[in-house]
């Protein structure tokens, strides 16, 4: 999966674009060492069920490690997924991997009780330490830590005395409280996304008093034999012949530009509990969707247990690709290659909000050591951008301001 020619550096200077998530401090002797982008997913197995009536509600925040004050920073969010002790995210962590560096990682696990992105009021579920090498020097790039209850403890024991003590043994700090699984695969270069649309034909009914509420859910497969997900589609409620909507996704996500990559597709009824029943499901590739809207694209859902128990078993329903278009991604670089003018201009608030400019809580003070917020934002901004403009004139407006000689407010005036 990781060649050793990526691995050993050796390659020439890999360009690393800004929105690239990089991990660690930028090191300026280590800044033109190629960097491997890789993707980790992120499951987990077992988990603490903090909820009473329910099951948790997980979602998991990776943290970094800078290289210098050993700060961990936070990196990124996965989904929530609702009422599940095993949860398998869809959302994956990009990172640039250094096969030199020492890359700390910490996984935080949260079951999530609102819409509140402050982490504290959350329950939280446990932590996993390692490093991005230890992920990927594991056999098949794929590692199964314990995740471990450490800090913040003290707010779990509070929570689960006003509960019962039964949530309280299963949160003693240092416990082993579920598993947590990741697997890194190298990103190719692929710029391409595929917008697909599906539907369903004659599905089992799996609801007692009503019909299924089916969703599909997209995994490509693995060196190892086992399968990454990758994409979920909405539920569509009560139909046993739904239409889902068509949805985009990138070919680095689906297949990871191998067009021959297995891809299976699982067939559920969603219910609210959490325990989707099984429907049926069917593999193809990239290679097949490709060919569009076809006798080649309409998919036997089968049930292996419905077949293996029923002689006349034909299948649990069929799935039809409706439509398949691929897409380019556009770069900055390729508009700028394509002939695109850009043309630098600014305008700068001068009303009473930004206060009295001979206070020095004024954006406008002029602090004779020091650029003021707006000279700081014009200088980072316009130091970049001057080597695209096309006639290097940077027109400066200002608007909001009292102007002479009849003290007028003007919302548009040159500097």
Known sequence: MFGPEKLLGQLPKLERYGNMASVGDFNPVSANVPATRVEISVSCRNLLDRDTFSKS???????????????????????????????????????????????????????????????SKHDFLGQVFCTLGEIVGSQGSRLEKPVILKLPWWNLVAKAKMANTSRLQKGIPGKKCGTIILTAEELNCCREAVLMQFCANKLDKKDFFGKS??????????????????????????????????????????????????????????????????????????RELSRGQSQFNVY????????????????????????????????????????????FTVAIDFTASNGNPAHPTSLHYMNPYQLNAYGMALKAVGEIIQDYDSDKMFPALGFGAKLPPDGRISHEFAL
């Not at 210098?68 to 989904?79: A, P, S, V």
């Not at 069929?318 to 390729?334: A, N, P």
């Open 213 to 286: 509420d089916p969703f599909l859910v997209f995994f490509r497969s693995n060196e190892d034999g086992s399968f990454t997900i990758c994409h979920k589609t909405e539920v569509i409620k009560n139909t046993l012949n739904p239409v889902w909507q068509a949805f985009k996704i990138s070919i680095r996500a689906l297949c990871n530009g191998d067009y021959d990559r297995t891809i299976k597709v699982e067939v559920y009824d969603w219910d609210r509990d959490g325990s989707h029943d099984f429907i049926g499901e069917f593999t193809t590739s990239y």
């Open 57 to 119: 509600d997980p979602i998991c925040v990776l943290y970094t490690q800078g290289m210098g004050n050993k700060e961990w920073r936070e990196f990124g969010r996965t989904e929530v997924i609702d009422n599940t002790l095993n949860p398998d995210f869809v959302r994956k962590f990009i990172m640039d991997y250094f096969f030199e560096e020492r890359q700390n990682l910490r996984f935080d696990l949260y079951d999530v009780d609102s819409k509140s992105p402050n982490l």
């Open 300 to 343: 036997e859902v089968i049930n292996p247990k419905k077949k293996a128990k029923k002689k006349k078993y034909v299948n649990s329903g069929t799935v039809t690709l409706l439509s398949f278009l691929v897409e380019t991604e556009v770069s900055f670089l390729d508009y700028i290659k394509g002939g695109t003018q850009i043309n």
